[in-house]
Nanobody, 116 residues
Framework: QVQLVESGGGLVQPGGSLRLSCAAS????????MAWYRQAPGKHRELVAA???????NYADSVKGRFTISRDSNKNTVNLQMSSVKLDDTAVYYC??????????WGQGTQVTVSS
């Protein structure tokens, strides 16, 4: 069973930076896209950023210009560079991988807390 393992979460001050990483426990074939989602307390899970195998990216309006998604398909890893973080960025962040046949893999989540 393939597992996605996130790392890099933690406590960061407003305006600071944080880098999240996600690695697959084994090779995932036929990846269509890799993404980061987040879920804040009392809210639905939302897409933060996604990147296709071809390198096309998509960002939530709330993080455009502040977050950058990148991936290394050879290593089945995806990263999220978070800059100029805000209090509203506080959430559990989840890594997601979708294959060509629409199989979804999810990580266990990593907590990001923005607080002064």
């Amino acid at each position: 069973q393939v597992q996605l393992v996130e790392s890099g979460g933690g406590l960061v001050q407003p305006g600071g930076s944080l880098r999240l990483s996600c690695a697959a426990s084994e090779t995932i074939f036929n990846i269509n896209a890799m993404a980061w989602y987040r879920q804040a307390p009392g809210k639905h899970r939302e897409l933060v950023a996604a990147i296709t195998l071809g390198g096309q990216t998509n960002y939530a309006d709330s993080v455009k210009g502040r977050f950058t998604i990148s991936r290394d398909s050879n290593k089945n890893t995806v990263n999220l560079q978070m800059s100029s973080v805000k209090l509203d960025d506080t959430a559990v962040y989840y890594c997601n991988v979708v294959t060509d046949d629409w199989h979804n893999y999810w990580g266990q989540g990593t907590q990001v807390t923005v607080s002064s």
